[in-house]
């Protein structure tokens, strides 16, 4: 079943919070850096954009 614009729409948004997630922790990423500590960065960029979220789920416009 193809999908519907909105969906479409939710789905660039969640690669565009994974691919800020993902250019947090490769700057936190060195030697000697924990690797928890990655991971936070990680996740603390995620919840950031998450923030560009309205109610019920879906992206806000222009997100």
Do not use: F, N, Q, W
């Not at 800020?20 to 000697?32: F, K």
């Not at 924990?34 to 979220?53: F, I, N």
């Amino acid at each position: 079943m193809p999908l519907g614009e909105e969906e479409i729409a939710v789905l660039r948004h969640s690669a565009r919070i994974g691919d800020a997630m993902v250019r947090a922790m490769v700057a936190t990423a060195a030697p000697g850096v924990p690797e928890s500590h990655v991971h936070a960065a990680g996740m603390a960029e995620g919840y950031r954009c998450e923030k560009g979220l309205r109610r019920g789920g879906r992206p806000a416009k222009g997100a």
